[in-house]
């Protein structure tokens, strides 16, 4: 439905996010990235329906920092947790029950690890989102005319813009050339 | 040829039929969009109607006071208690599924995590109903239960006790769960989005669902996110147990101060959780066809699980008689002679048989890959693990270190709609689970469908 000779002229006219193709297995859309990075196009994405193995390497994508978020959110939930029952147990009401010390690690440890895997939970879920850019509820790619099927079955390909100079007639030249179907250049 | 069909034989296929992704989209997907088979909605009549009634007992109880319970010195713990033990331990298979068995790589977990994972849901808030009314007032309860600045009274918690543990165990549980699932769910809501024919879907799930595009780049960190999610629920899930067990072991009452309460609680919480799983499993796969997903292969590793934690739990109750006699400890003995002999006799051989002896017929392939049988099991083994709760917390309390002040506990009728209430709650928010969420992850089982390597274009 989408023809190179509907679309090309339009997409001169806007600034083009990418062309985008259609792959119908995980292997022809590696394949398609390997041969698309040996073209030389370097801001590649892919939208799958579920994470592809091996997409990363083929993508050349360092490996997600998260792990340190994670660790940082962990560390900051125990220290929360040490600090709200020394603060509240030996500065703001200190209680004596049953003779026993006012602070001590060995009754905090419960609540310090709760605490840890709280803020880490958090610090998992929300990083992963922040460093995705989301919630985000546009992106170009929604354009493409199959996008819908990339959430089902099929593999889609973006060779994103990444110059001013970026000729989206070529990048969807190269696409096809790949072996991508429903080749189109999505605007901004 | 020979050797195929024998590895088919001990390692069966975990997907049947060889489906494409999109007859997996199609399957799943479309028992959201589609209509609910009649039996839902005589379910969903009949559950919420139960709820109703949790509803007029709780505001009976906060109109009236926690003497509506059956409650009452020496008695201080009683059916309030046992439910809310019974719920939490409920909610220990889901995140066992969907934590403990994805570090392990247990690939059958795919098909059945996110319903687990929902069960625990339902199960936390259902348990979190019993200790909140049983402060009496619910609606001054967050300056007791939470560090919050008490503008009255100028004090904070004691964290030396356990039930305060307790709370941060409990909430972090609930939350943590709740992000896991959440998390698991958004690429599934971008399909549910993607598929949405309605204008009111489309911004629904639009929203739900945060813009998800599947992009690699999100994959990436989402991977990352969910490993790590799992390597804290990991420890999580052993650590909320084990504190609901400190709110007894840490006590100074024969019967709960011991050391194997920890363990044994959490071995317990996992043998009535995939109980429940299997209970509700047997009839959603039953009344949307999901024979395909589920398979007999999942039914029976869970039945295994739990043979082997019935054991566990087994193996417990028998130390703990061993150590009542080893210690020398008089009272300790008393207690347990009278769990087993005393007035609650009936409890404890009840809990015996459901939990240790009832779970033995697992041994035969036959029970264990038979749909009736796992249904009947897996409906008394909960039942006995209730019992094993209310023989723990009632058989201690009711005759105490005086003679004189001993009791016999009975629940009032307000106790008995009340836990038939919570699982009208329970059971409610499962229907409108199947019904709004896609309860199999799609995304997980093409993943599996591709990791498999059989080629499925269209």
Known sequence: MSTASQLEPAAQRVAAYGAVAEFDSPERLLGAIRGARERGYARLDAFTPFPVHGIDEALGAPRSPLGWIVLGAGLAGAAAALLL????????????????????????????????????????????????????LYHPVFQH??????????????????????????????????GGEHVEVVAE | MADLAISQELNPALVLGEPAYSD?????????????????????????????VLGAMLAYLAFTGIGVWGNNSPVGWAWDITNFVFWIGIGHAGTLISAILFLFRQRWRTSINRFAEAMTLFAVACAGIFPLFHTGRPWRAIYWLFPVPNPALHIWQNFRSPLIWDVFAVSTYATVSLLFWFTGLVPDLATLRDRAKTRGRKIVFGLLSLGWRGSARHWRHYELAYLLLAGISTPLVLSVHTIVSFDFAVSVIPGWHTTIFPPYFVAGAIFSGFAMVVTLMVIARQIFDLKQFVTMKHLENMN???MATGMIVGFAYATEFFIAWYSGNQYERFVFLNRA?????????????????????????RVRTSIPAMFVISILINVGMWFERFVIIVTSLHRD???????????????????????????????????????????????????????PGD
């Open chain 1, 145 to 178: 005319s199959r996008f819908e099927r990339a959430t089902d079955d099929r593999f889609l390909l973006a060779i994103e813009a990444d110059s001013i100079d970026f000729d989206p007639a070529r990048a969807a030249a190269a696409l096809r050339a790949l």
């Open chain 1, 85 to 136: 029952i020394w603060w509240t147990g030996s500065v703001d009401y200190p209680l004596v029950v049953a003779g026993k010390p006012l602070f001590a690690f060995e009754f905090s440890i419960p609540v310090t690890f709760e605490l840890a895997v709280l803020f880490a939970a958090f610090g998992a879920v929300v990083g992963m989102f922040l460093f995705n850019g989301l919630p985000r």
């Open chain 2, 24 to 52: 997996v989209t199609r399957k799943v997907a479309g028992i959201v969009e589609g209509r609910m088979p009649r039996a839902w909605y005589i379910a969903i009549a009949c559950t919420g109607s139960l709820t109703l």
């Open chain 2, 304 to 306: 295994k699980v739990m």
């Open chain 2, 341 to 365: 002999f005393g007035p609650y006799w009936w409890a404890y051989w009840t809990m015996v048989s459901c939990n240790v002896f009832i779970p033995q017929l697992f041994w035969f392939k």
């Open chain 2, 401 to 455: 270190f005086l003679p004189s002040s001993w009791g016999y506990f009975r629940p009032t009728p307000i106790d008995m709609l009340t836990l038939a209430g919570s699982f009208g709650l329970f059971l409610t928010l499962f229907l409108l689970f199947v019904r709004f969420l896609p309860m199999i992850s799609m995304t997980e089982v093409k993943g599996m469908i591709a990791a498999d390597g059989a080629h």
